[in-house]
T-cell receptor
Framework: DQQVKQNSPSLSVQEGRISILNCDYT??????FLWYKKYPAEGPTFLIS?????DKNEDGRFTVFLNKSAKHLSLHIVPSQPGDSAVYFC???????????FGSGTKLNVKP | NAGVTQTPKFRILKIGQSMTLQCTQD?????MYWYRQDPGMGLKLIYY???????DKGEVPNGYNVSRSTTEDFPLRLELAAPSQTSVYFC??????????????FGEGSRLTVL
């Protein structure tokens, strides 16, 4: 049973617009969340993280929002660029960094 | 910096064959992991290690073995390959608890096909 879910397999956005990628989780013990970006034939690379003591974390064009009561997080990319086209995974862990649970990914296509 | 290096990148196995996926990292990370990614699915943890000589099972350990004799190396062994093990395998490493952001550094992946 998947503890981290990304229900949108794909998303298409026009260059310059906002991209919003969503992630839901079921385990209320998760307290640390990360987003990874993956290009074809490469390993995932870390993008941004958020601890459960925060509800927002920003890094340049990327912002992650956490809604603990809804067990939901989202990644906002503003403005979206064609180079952002990739698969985005969210991941969660509970209290330690030993085990990260990953969602199935959302493929973002940013059209020029 | 090489980061996390995996070999081979591609391999085709026959049912019942054995093989080892190699993984080495040069970042002096204590934690190392093996994940597999099946089509349309997220990454699932196979095994992980918190340091040399210490390994533990993840979500999907059946059919695999690991060892961690040095900080740098974390090989994954498939003893009797089965079609269900056809997947892309990712090795990763991270800082120990309390250091860094807990982010995982991934290798480029090894695509394994079992026929």
């Amino acid at each position: 049973d998947q503890q981290v879910k990304q229900n949108s397999p794909s998303l298409s956005v026009q260059e310059g617009r906002i991209s919003i990628l969503n992630c839901d989780y079921t385990n209320s013990m998760f307290d640390y969340f990360l987003w990874y970006k993956k290009y074809p034939a490469e390993g995932p690379t870390f993008l941004i993280s958020i601890s459960s003591i925060k509800d927002k974390n920003e890094d340049g064009r990327f912002t992650v929002f956490l809604n603990k009561s809804a067990k939901h997080l989202s990644l906002h990319i503003v403005p979206s660029q064609p180079g952002d086209s990739a698969v985005y995974f969210c991941a969660a862990s509970e209290g330690n960094f030993n085990k990260f649970y990953f969602g199935s990914g959302t493929k973002l296509n940013v059209k020029p | 910096n090489a980061g996390v290096t995996q070999t081979p990148k591609f391999r085709i196995l026959k049912i019942g064959q054995s093989m080892t996926l190699q993984c080495t990292q040069d970042m002096n990370h204590n934690y190392m992991y093996w994940y597999r990614q099946d089509p349309g699915m997220g990454l699932k943890l196979i095994y992980y290690s918190v340091g040399a000589g210490i390994t533990d099972k993840g979500e999907v350990p059946n059919g695999y073995n690991v060892s961690r004799s040095t900080t740098e190396d974390f090989p994954l062994r498939l003893e009797l390959a089965a079609p269900s093990q056809t997947s892309v395998y990712f090795c990763a490493s991270s800082y120990s608890i309390g250091g860094g952001t807990g982010e995982l550094f991934f290798g480029e992946g090894s695509r394994l096909t079992v026929l």
